[in-house]
């Protein structure tokens, strides 16, 4: 079997061209074999090895193993299952689909195909949230009693999906899935009641809070939007300290400040290449090497709380 991973993108999305096409080409057992676009005569010329005019033919091409999919968020269940019908092993951007029972679907063609499909939070794979990890593993916030975390960006694009309700749009499934996947992170579980409240523009919510309580007690809230100046913040507060991460969702070098009866220490974070790390993660299993992959169920649970806040809305 070779060392080297051949992948296929199915759109020519920003964030593929962007973010993902140029981290598969920095990752050592990755490669950008080819890329479907239905504007095929927008794609450069000679940065891959083949180009499609469409996305099934790209599916139908057995040099590729594993495959993108950065579609709109209504498109994302459909492609991901005909990607996995077709042998692929699929990396679909977040969220994985509209509702839990999408992910579920996909989760089981997964397992008939017996082909590996990921969620793409890319930030899990930096040193930030090794840090935080860490701190969590050490005790030393005690029992953990609130967590809050924000993510939140002005959008200036005019004509973007992100306004489009019937493409999956809005603040939540854009950026608010990220504090939720935060927060499942943490704990691990699902809340036991949810309560939001929520700003809309053109149908879609652009302005959005929810707060998560769990079966001990401890209080969730996430905050999301882009009609605002940017936040990109996280707290997590337990009895005995509290640990304040800055940008938690990007992969810059920075500092986190972990509060005790001690007083503050400084927690350094160097920089990762979160994007690349994935790919490289994702190539890794794919070839039977060891990696660390965001499991399914992890996948499913975050896309549960989703539902919970559309539905308290």
């Known amino acids: 079997m070779s060392d080297v991973v051949n992948w296929g993108v199915l759109g020519y999305a920003r964030i593929a061209k962007n973010s993902i096409i140029p981290a598969i080409a920095r990752a050592d057992n990755a490669r950008v074999y080819g890329v479907a676009s239905r504007h095929q005569d927008e794609l450069p010329v000679g940065e891959w090895q083949k180009s499609y005019g469409d996305y099934a033919a790209l599916l139908a091409d057995d040099a590729i193993q594993a495959v993108y999919i950065p579609l709109p968020n209504s498109l994302h269940k459909e492609w991901v299952i005909r990607a996995?019908?077709?042998?692929?092993?699929?990396?679909?951007?977040?969220?994985?689909?509209?509702?839990?029972?999408?992910?579920?679907?996909?989760?089981?063609?997964?397992?008939?195909?017996?082909?590996?499909?990921?969620?793409?939070?890319?930030?899990?794979?930096?040193?930030?949230?090794?840090?935080i990890k860490q701190v969590l593993e050490s005790g030393e916030l005690g029992e953990l009693r609130h967590i809050n975390v924000s993510f939140r960006f002005l959008l200036d694009r005019p004509g973007?999906?992100?306004?489009?309700?019937?493409?999956?749009?809005?603040?939540?499934?854009d950026v608010g899935c990220?504090?939720?996947?935060?927060?499942?992170?943490?704990?691990?579980?699902?809340?036991?009641?949810?309560?939001?409240?929520?700003?809309?523009?053109?149908?879609?919510?652009?302005?959005?809070?929810?707060?998560?309580?769990?079966?001990?007690?401890l209080i969730a809230n996430i905050h999301c939007g882009f009609n605002a100046f940017g936040r990109n913040y996280a707290e997590i507060i337990g009895t005995k300290g509290m640990l304040v991460v800055d940008k938690p969702f990007l992969d810059d070098a920075g500092t986190l400040y972990l509060h005790t009866n001690e007083g503050v220490r400084e927690l350094p974070v160097s920089e990762s290449d979160r994007y690349q790390a994935e790919i490289r993660h994702f190539s890794s299993a794919i070839l039977n090497e060891p990696s660390r992959l965001i499991p399914l169920d992890e996948t499913v649970r975050n896309m549960q709380v989703l539902d919970m806040i559309r539905a308290a809305i």
């Not at 994985?96 to 679907?105: F, M, N, P, Q, W």
């Not at 489009?164 to 749009?169: C, K, M, R």
């Not at 949810?194 to 879609?204: L, N, R």
Request: glycine share 8%; net charge negative; proline share 4%.
């Open 160 to 173: 973007t999906i992100k306004m489009q309700p019937a493409l999956g749009g809005g603040a939540l499934y």
């Open 84 to 131: 996995l019908e077709a042998g692929k092993h699929v990396l679909c951007e977040k969220p994985i689909g509209l509702t839990a029972d999408e992910a579920r679907e996909m989760q089981q063609v997964a397992k008939q195909q017996n082909r590996l499909l990921m969620e793409a939070f890319m930030y899990q794979y930096t040193d930030r949230v090794r840090v």
């Open 178 to 217: 990220y504090p939720v996947n935060f927060i499942g992170m943490v704990t691990g579980r699902l809340p036991v009641s949810c309560k939001a409240v929520s700003e809309t523009e053109q149908g879609v919510d652009t302005n959005l809070s929810a707060l998560l309580q769990y079966d001990d007690g």
